[in-house]
């Protein structure tokens, strides 16, 4: 049989990125916070006196400078930032591989002779998993990532992402097709993802993945073209291995009906059994997983196999990814076969000599709850001017918990114990409570199963069984914690092994540590012997009793009641420099449905005609790839066309480079009003207005491409009327998400109203273009520092009493049918703890408020809470942006440990304890080292004290910071 080989001759599947530029100019010194760890600190096998823990690796709060120069970030679509969780029952997360190749271009337009204006390309190429233990570029530093080297004597680090210009890839690339020996120690890490070596940051912050989803355009470089340039830059990404395209990405799971589909479909019996033994079930009854360690070869022969059986690997990463094509593209099933990434951002003016960098709005207002909706809903009371603010807040919190409904006024709320109990559990998560089995009739109503004729003996049975259940579950309880706590001690053991010339831990023998965590491990491996015994057990059990049910009743494992714990502040921030950033967690934002649109390279523009006197121009310019800047010439890829396409395309919607390329074939007048006239008529292109009339050779033409479900929709606004079609509504009428659907069939059937400029293909996504206005604001990350005042004083100051009153509770808290509160007045302990940690933000909070208001009242037309609620929706009309996050960490912190990310169990120095740390405690720990001691802090498993906050610092993606030392004004949730 021929081996089956991926091709990618085919349509490529177009998706937009979003490209921000930040600007350097000279001095502009040390104000950005860098990355948060610097792997070159990894200890080798010969430093004895620095231990493999996370702790030695993290760079601190300090500041940094960046280099002078351009600095480009692209965000990568919410479609290849979000992990899929198969239904196995292990809880692993999957991220979809990334592009690893990016071509970056710059076009500089000169318009230095504006008689004979110019556009100048300059093409690099990104390796974005290229590694190598020295760094690529002296100037255009590559970041460093903790890497498993098998070399007993060599480094754990890498350096990860290399770039070079165009001209020597390129050569390079051609010298490795041809099988000479040229560059043979060059190395490549496979499946490159959003998180990168395990952090949701990798991708996320210019400072974790320059040279990788970063480009750094160095004043070397940029000296060459002088000062008060404008740049244009273009990106383009693809997959150096089309195995890792989401085009030929497998499943990792299918319901079983889809299962048995496929499999039917499958002729071949060798094929058969190869997809068999790839997709097995986890569970009775469950999905289908696919196995891990599958080779490359493997994945080839399951795509081959499951394309043949009529799977659609488009429609599935359209589903998964939420990603969707113009109308009517998808009915005609196209053979697409890779996938490219692209964006531009244009009109960047360089300035070695001026600051780019715009004032921040520094004054943000905070709000603090035990929830989101408390916090906003405070703060939404407190600063939006309506009066009575307990009966405001009351009304927000029972509208986001879902409690309204039979309230005819506000004054009531206080009285609601619904209401009161559902704030209380508002406040707390759930935990996994192990599981129940239960005996039920089959097809019997819920809450009425008849169990009368069932036998005495099946009730102990099933007490039996549950029993059994109960002892495992405690005993996996445990075995988590004691894998934490080994992970704990081991973590405090290579502090002191590795200590070097460090003042002493306390406990100075490593050995003494080194036996009691052996006897930990002992300890774990009886109780692992003991689950497993007990499983074995709960199976034959479970069987048995299966067995001796009559046909109409069955066995049923649940989820048991779950247990609580205090969930952690929220924190609120609302002004001006709180912007969200909707380059993730926004890519659906122009669309009704909240899919992001993407294009085939059969539908991107490929020309455009500028009608005569537009601008200056006494006769009809026409723009096409012959006559635009363009890349080399040889692209050594099968779709070097498309990429070719793609920077023809970029050029044609970006008016700066159009505007030069217009002046030098025959335009005239002002370069500004040029660029100014061509970006309105792009912008109508992009987004078209709403005709009010439609003749019906344009309703023709609409209905002959678009899908019927679109149809369908565009005539509940349009209707015939004689030789038209008009419009059912007043424009301004228009919904919001009637608006995007809309605009979605304008661009899908090319239908640019109110442009005078002609444009040849599909418009993009908004996603795609980006004009550049000075240096942006893009928060994402925040630092909080607080003060926790203790009412037990358990650590502070050498005084401490480590134990509680056996009556605290009690004595300090009134317990009420729903809650608790503090006895007397809360006066400000004289003790204090300090706890710090960082994390990032989560947008649309204020968002989603206003929507749960909208669907009330139109569900409730005229209710009671009417007035109240419209009030409130008035209010929220002009509401500055708010991001809002919890304080992540600290529950950890106040039981003395650490939330960061941590090494893997390891030490690379030979001694006796080798084998120990490398594989003792390594298996026994396992996956468990989700935090590390932080024997600095106290220990307070009870929550009870006040808690004020010392700082916040805001973070954006470039590593610019505001620091919040005093908030403008500080409001307190309900129960804070």
Sequence with gaps: MTKFKLMADGPGLIVPINIEAMCVHEDAGAIFTGAPYNFTELPDSKQTDKPNLSVKVMTGDGLVTMGTGVHLHWALPDGLTRGQSP???????????????????????????????????????????????????????????????????????????????????????????????????????????????????????????????????????????????????????????????????????????????????????????????????????????????????????????????????????????????????????????????????????????????????????????????????????????????????????????????????????NRLEDLMIALHTSGYNTGKGGYLWEVNRINDEQGKNDLTALAQSMGNDLNELNQLQLDYDNGNFEIESMRTQIFMDWYRFLLILRRGKDPDHGMSDPGAIAEMISGEIAVLDEKEKEKTNTDTKIIELANAIAKKL???????????????????????FQGNAINPPLRYGG?????????????????????????????????????????????????????????????????????????????????????????????????????????????????EAIKAIISDADLKFFLTLYVQSGENYILTKPAGDITASELKHLDYIFVSTASAWGTQVQFSGLAPSLIYVVEWDGNPWLPFSFSWDVTYYPFKNNGSRGIADPKYAEDFIYKNFTLGDVTYSFKGDVTVPPVYQSYKNSIFMSPHAEENFQTQIKKYLDGQPKGPLDPELREILEALKDF?????????????????RNLVMQLQVKDPVPSGFSNFTNVLVKKAVASMTKSAPSPGNFYNPIRAGVLSISALTIVDVFGRNIKIATPEKNYPGSKP
């Excluded at 992009?686 to 050779?697: K, M, S, Y």
């Excluded at 500055?880 to 003395?896: K, R, T, V």
């Design 87 to 413: 239904q196995d029952n292990k809880g692993n997360v999957a991220f979809p591989s990334t592009p690893d190749r990016w071509m970056v271009t710059r076009v500089y337009s000169d318009i230095s002779n504006i008689s004979a204006p110019l556009n100048r390309v300059k093409t690099w190429v990104i390796e974005s998993n290229y590694i190598s233990v020295e760094q690529p570029d002296v100037k255009r530093f590559s970041i460093s990532v903790p890497y498993k080297n098998e070399e007993v004597d060599g480094p754990q680090y890498r350096f990860l992402g290399r770039v070079q210009e165009y001209e020597t890839w390129h050569a390079q690339f051609l010298r490795k097709q041809s099988n000479l020996s040229v560059n043979d120690e060059d190395e490549y890490v496979d499946g490159l993802s959003a998180v990168g070596y395990g952090s949701p940051e990798f991708s996320a912050s210019y400072h974790t993945c320059k040279s990788i989803f970063g480009f750094y355009d160095t004043d070397i470089d940029l000296d060459k073209l002088g000062n008060n340039i404008i740049l244009s830059y273009n990106v383009i990404g693809w997959y150096s291995k089309l195995a890792d395209d989401p085009m030929s990405q497998l499943p990792l799971q299918f319901d079983p009906a889809v299962f048995n589909d496929l499999l039917n479909k499958i002729t071949v019996p060798e094929d058969k059994a190869a997809f068999k033994k790839a997709y097995i079930q986890a569970q009775p009854e469950g999905k289908y997983i696919l196995v891990k360690g599958i080779s490359v070869d493997d994945k080839t022969n399951l795509f081959r196999i499951l394309t043949a059986a009529g799977f659609s690997f488009l429609r599935n990463v359209l589903n998964q990814c939420k990603w969707s094509l113009p109308s009517g593209t998808l009915e005609t099933n196209p053979p697409v076969t890779h996938t490219l990434l692209t964006g531009i951002i244009s009109k960047v003016i360089w300035n070695k000599k001026v600051s780019s960098f715009k004032a921040v709005d520094e004054k943000i207002n905070i709000a603090v709850g035990n929830t989101s909706s408390q916090a906003l809903a405070a703060l939404i009371a407190n600063i939006s001017e309506i009066e009575d603010q307990p009966n405001v807040e009351l009304l927000l919190d029972a509208l986001q918990l879902g409690k309204l409904k039979g309230v005819t006024d506000a004054d009531s709320l």
């Design 550 to 572: 009559p046909k109409e009743y069955e066995l049923v494992k649940k989820s048991a009641a779950r247990y609580w714990e205090p969930s952690e502040p929220v924190v609120l």
């Design 587 to 699: 890519d659906g934002r122009f669309m009704a449905n909240d899919t992001m649109v993407c294009r085939l390279s059969s539908q991107l523009v490929t020309g455009m005609v500028i009608p005569a006197n537009l601008i200056g121009n006494p006769s009809a310019l026409s723009f096409n790839k012959d006559n635009t800047p363009q890349l080399s010439k040889v692209i050594p890829l099968e779709y070097s066309e498309q990429i070719h396409a793609l920077f023809t395309e970029s050029c044609l919607l970006n008016a700066v480079i159009m505007a030069a390329q217009a002046l030098a074939n025959g335009a005239a007048g002002d370069f500004i009003e040029i660029c100014n006239k061509l970006k309105a008529n792009r912008d109508n292109y992009l987004a078209p207005p709403v005709p009010q009339i439609l003749t019906i050779a344009q309703f």
């Design 880 to 896: 500055p942006p708010i991001l809002s996050q919890a304080f992540n960490g600290i529950n950890d912190a106040m039981i003395m």
